[in-house]
Every structure is written in structure tokens, then in C-alpha cells.
């Protein structure tokens, strides 16, 4: 199984982008799907969570800009960010967990830079 994730860019402050992870490879069922952040010198922290039957999480810095979604025919989650502010500048990773693995996978990550 494997997660990939995409859409990190350079982006100026009070702009938008989403982020996609896709699962590949025999899934099963999805559980809780994560989006996770690190930025330089911090410890990663949780962005927003969507569980399978949809109920959403965020952390208190991302609500009212972020939107987690997902999409259970494609195994994939998106985080629509708008809004951003130069503070969201970060590595930022899916986090899934796999019914048939019984554990949560961790994608590569993806770069998102904010910045004028």
C-alpha cells in the first residue's frame, strides 16, 4: 500500500491551494484519514481529521480556512486551504488508516511555502 501525496507549491499570503494523497494498492477499507504539518524546528502537528463516515476535525489555527474532504471510491483525502497566512508554511502529510494493514500509513509529504 502506498500513499502519494500532491498540490504543495509556492504560494503568496491570502492565497489557496489543495492538497490530494491518494492510496494505491489493495486498500481494503479506509479508516480516519489525516492531514499532519511540520514546519522547520516544530514537531508535526495535527491539521484536520475525517473519519468514514465524514464527522471532521481541525485544529483551532486552520478553522474557518481549511476544508478536509475526501473521497472513498478514489481512497483519497483533500485539504482545500484558502487563506493562507505565511505561518502555514510547512511540510504537510497525509496520515490513513488501513483496515487490511490494521495501522495508519504515512505519505511522503509535500512542500507548502507562503510567501510574497
Known amino acids: 500500500v502506498r500513499l502519494q501525496a500532491s498540490g504543495g507549491d509556492l504560494v503568496q499570503p491570502g492565497g489557496s491551494l489543495r492538497l490530494s494523497c491518494a492510496a494505491s494498492?489493495?486498500?481494503?477499507?479506509?479508516?480516519?484519514m489525516n492531514w499532519y504539518r511540520q514546519a522547520p524546528g516544530k514537531q508535526r502537528e495535527l491539521v484536520a481529521s475525517?473519519?468514514?463516515?465524514?464527522?471532521?476535525n481541525y485544529a483551532d489555527f486552520v478553522k474557518g480556512r481549511f476544508t478536509i474532504s475526501r473521497d472513498n471510491a478514489k481512497n483519497t483525502v483533500y485539504l482545500q486551504m484558502n487563506g493562507l497566512k505565511p505561518e502555514d508554511t510547512a511540510v504537510y502529510y497525509c496520515?490513513?488508516?488501513?483496515?487490511?494493514?490494521?495501522?495508519?500509513?504515512w505519505g511522503q509529504g509535500t512542500q507548502v511555502t507562503v510567501s510574497s
Open positions: 475525517i473519519r468514514s463516515g465524514s464527522s471532521t
Open positions: 494498492g489493495t486498500i481494503g477499507s479506509i479508516k480516519t
Open positions: 496520515n490513513v488508516y488501513i483496515v487490511t494493514l490494521q495501522r495508519f500509513l
